[in-house]
């Protein structure tokens, strides 16, 4: 499993624009030379993506988003609710 995480501080409109966010950035670390010289393939990949740094007083609820997917043999994403 490979799992990438950030923070942007850019509040509500950042969690509500996740979804294709994190598709791209999960696409791109897939793409990088490190995870192409394994010796297996990737099979399951995770985007968190803390939305709000500066609010974690109010716990991961409010300020964390993640998104989890299946990578597909011919590298595409499936999403995993």
Do not use: F, K, Q
């Not at 950042?14 to 598709?23: G, K, Q």
């Amino acid at each position: 499993m490979l799992i990438g995480a950030l923070a942007a501080d850019g509040g509500a409109w950042v969690r509500d624009a996740s979804r294709p966010v994190c598709r791209i950035l999960v696409e791109h670390w897939l793409d990088t030379p490190e995870v192409g010289e394994r010796d297996h393939r990737v099979n399951y990949a995770a985007c968190v993506l803390v939305h709000d740094p500066d609010a974690g007083a109010r716990g991961a609820r409010d300020t964390v988003i993640e998104h989890i997917y299946e990578v597909r043999p011919d590298h595409s994403l499936l999403v995993i609710d």
